[in-house]
């Protein structure tokens, strides 16, 4: 057993809030500075100003917080990290099926190397779609929810065999009782009515790629033979977000050192009429032009806190829109088991190439190491499946007294693979950039908590 809490201000407009953050439990205390005194001299360091001033408190004080802080250990609602054994299970639940190694654009910073991941420009046919819809029926056991994301390269480049996996699919799922949701990441250069409306109709979710303003997307995201193209993607990402409703989508775009001040692209894309948005940070070799190093980390992380407080203020007032990393649901958020597993990639989750190679996700595709298997042959080793089974937060040493472990599993496993060339060593400087956005989503959950009522 051990202690752990995470105690934090996060200012709004001028007022201070004093949070608790419990991960185990994952509770969150708003309570007064004396309060935030006693519990983080308790579980954390205290900074000198922070010291002295918790000396100063009336030592009655001091006693009553500290008999309420152990009632809520008690309850389990603070300080308490217990840790129990976990492996993640083989079943699958996921495939990513990268349906062509090829693309329209030619994105500066894309680790895909223009969609090929270094290898041929290949086209899935229907038969590899359909072996791949057939192997993770077979390996997915008693579950019936299944999933399939449509990926490349620009899958809207293949959309024939898009077509073949989902009506194949859909027959299967209803002979072997299943239910399958289909998914789509596209870079919108394809997106015709004609397509709008097939993917608004089949998709349960459509990912656009779009890098927010217009010259920060077009600097970097260029067509084939470079020429500029935000233009006729955001006509085409409105198109479709007019047709969509309710159903899910997001706009998800990169941000890299050329763009620091990110959350202008933010609010840029919440401004084009789209309320479901993602920016991440880039991840490139720390050589590179593009790449964000660890002197850049600190001024990524105050655009997270300008971030924060435009959002709580578009959200009161009439322009309300989700941004991914801000969204946490502290009441009916993913159970422990989900929190430890993370993605479930190389187990739950599997990519299958053009060709139909097996790989542990997406971004592992074309590494030859990595290769579990093929669907057209029916190879498949349980060896790194096997391996990625232990990759779990519990089994990263660097993660065992951090707040944010059960927020981010231990990060992207494909980063701690290509950047710290180790699977159980989380990407240094995304791991301070999650943190912050957990101090931020919990900042605004709390705000927006005290002014709904």
Same mark, same amino acid.
């Given at each position: 057993?051990?202690?752990?809490?995470?105690?934090?201000?996060?200012?709004?407009?001028? #007022?201070?809030?004093?949070?608790? +953050?419990?991960?185990?439990?994952?509770?969150?205390?708003?309570?007064?500075?004396?309060?935030?005194?006693?519990?983080?001299?308790?579980?954390?360091?205290?900074?000198?100003?922070? $010291?002295?001033?918790?000396?100063?408190?009336? /030592?009655?004080?001091?006693?009553?917080?500290?008999?309420?802080?152990? #009632?809520?250990?008690?309850?389990?609602?603070?300080?308490?990290?217990?840790?129990?054994?976990?492996?993640?299970?083989?079943?699958?639940?996921?495939?990513?099926?990268?349906?062509?190694?090829?693309?329209?654009?030619?994105?500066? +910073? @894309?680790?895909?190397?223009?969609?090929?991941?270094?290898?041929? &420009?290949?086209?899935?046919?229907?038969?590899?779609?359909?072996?791949?819809?057939?192997?993770?029926?077979?390996?997915?056991?008693?579950?019936?929810?299944? #999933?399939?994301?449509?990926?490349?390269?620009?899958?809207?480049?293949?959309?024939?065999?898009?077509?073949?996996?989902?009506?194949?699919?859909?027959?299967?799922?209803?002979?072997? %009782?299943?239910?399958?949701?289909?998914?789509?990441?596209?870079?919108?250069?394809?997106?015709?009515?004609?397509?709008?409306?097939?993917?608004?109709? #089949?998709?349960?979710?459509?990912?656009?790629?779009?890098? %927010?303003?217009?010259?920060?997307?077009?600097?970097?995201?260029?067509?084939?033979? %470079?020429?500029?193209?935000?233009?006729?993607? $955001?006509?085409?990402?409105?198109?479709? &977000?007019?047709? &969509?409703? !309710?159903?899910?989508?997001?706009?998800?775009?990169?941000?890299?050192?050329?763009?620091?001040?990110?959350?202008?692209?933010?609010?840029?894309?919440? !401004?084009?009429?789209?309320?479901?948005?993602?920016? /991440?940070?880039?991840?490139?070799?720390?050589?590179?032009?593009?790449?964000?190093?660890?002197?850049?980390?600190?001024?990524?992380?105050? /655009?997270?806190?300008?971030?924060?407080?435009?959002?709580?203020?578009? &959200?009161?007032?009439?322009?309300?829109?989700?941004?991914?990393?801000?969204?946490?649901?502290?009441?009916?958020?993913?159970?422990?088991?989900?929190?430890?597993?993370?993605?479930?990639?190389?187990?739950?989750?599997?990519?299958?190439?053009?060709?139909?190679?097996? +790989?542990?996700?997406?971004?592992?595709?074309?590494?030859?190491?990595?290769?579990?298997?093929?669907?057209?042959?029916?190879?498949?080793?349980?060896?790194?499946?096997?391996?990625?089974?232990?990759?779990?937060?519990?089994?990263?040493?660097?993660?065992?007294?951090?707040?944010?472990?059960?927020?981010?599993?231990?990060?992207?496993?494909?980063?701690?693979?290509?950047?710290?060339?180790?699977?159980?060593?989380?990407?240094?400087?995304?791991?301070?950039?999650?943190?912050?956005?957990?101090? @931020?989503?919990?900042?605004? +959950?709390?705000?927006?908590?005290?002014?709904?009522?």
């Amino acid at each position: 057993m051990r202690l752990i809490t995470h105690s934090f201000p996060f200012t709004y407009k001028g #007022e201070t809030f004093y949070l608790v +953050y419990h991960p185990y439990s994952n509770s969150l205390h708003s309570v007064d500075r004396k309060a935030y005194l006693v519990i983080k001299h308790k579980y954390e360091e205290l900074s000198p100003q922070e $010291l002295a001033d918790f000396s100063s408190l009336d /030592e009655g004080d001091v006693k009553e917080i500290s008999a309420e802080i152990a #009632e809520l250990e008690k309850q389990g609602l603070i300080g308490i990290d217990v840790t129990f054994p976990y492996k993640k299970s083989d079943i699958v639940k996921a495939l990513c099926l990268h349906v062509c190694h090829d693309c329209n654009l030619q994105c500066k +910073y @894309c680790f895909a190397k223009e969609g090929t991941y270094n290898t041929a &420009r290949d086209y899935m046919t229907e038969e590899v779609a359909k072996a791949a819809i057939d192997f993770l029926i077979r390996k997915s056991g008693n579950r019936k929810s299944l #999933e399939i994301d449509f990926f490349g390269g620009e899958p809207l480049m293949n959309m024939n065999v898009v077509k073949y996996a989902v009506s194949y699919g859909r027959e299967q799922a209803k002979a072997h %009782g299943k239910e399958f949701s289909f998914t789509m990441t596209t870079n919108a250069l394809l997106l015709t009515d004609e397509n709008i409306d097939y993917l608004n109709r #089949e998709m349960d979710n459509i990912v656009i790629s779009i890098d %927010g303003r217009r010259d920060v997307h077009n600097r970097v995201r260029k067509t084939r033979n %470079g020429a500029d193209a935000y233009d006729h993607i $955001l006509s085409a990402a409105k198109k479709l &977000r007019a047709v &969509r409703g !309710d159903k899910r989508y997001y706009i998800r775009g990169t941000f890299t050192a050329y763009n620091l001040d990110f959350s202008k692209d933010v609010l840029a894309l919440a !401004d084009a009429g789209f309320d479901q948005i993602s920016v /991440e940070p880039v991840v490139l070799p720390q050589d590179n032009p593009m790449a964000i190093t660890s002197e850049m980390v600190g001024e990524v992380l105050r /655009e997270y806190d300008a971030l924060a407080e435009a959002y709580i203020e578009r &959200r009161a007032n009439g322009k309300w829109f989700n941004f991914f990393h801000f969204m946490i649901d502290l009441e009916d958020g993913p159970c422990i088991m989900k929190r430890l597993s993370g993605c479930s990639a190389g187990c739950g989750y599997l990519a299958v190439s053009p060709v139909g190679d097996i +790989y542990p996700c997406h971004q592992f595709v074309g590494e030859t190491d990595y290769r579990i298997g093929n669907v057209l042959d029916g190879s498949f080793s349980p060896d790194i499946p096997g391996k990625f089974a232990d990759v779990t937060v519990n089994n990263k040493a660097k993660c065992e007294n951090c707040f944010a472990k059960y927020y981010c599993s231990g990060g992207c496993v494909a980063a701690s693979h290509y950047y710290e060339k180790d699977l159980m060593t989380p990407y240094g400087a995304g791991c301070e950039m999650m943190k912050k956005r957990l101090e @931020c989503s919990l900042g605004i +959950y709390a705000v927006e908590k005290k002014y709904s009522k």
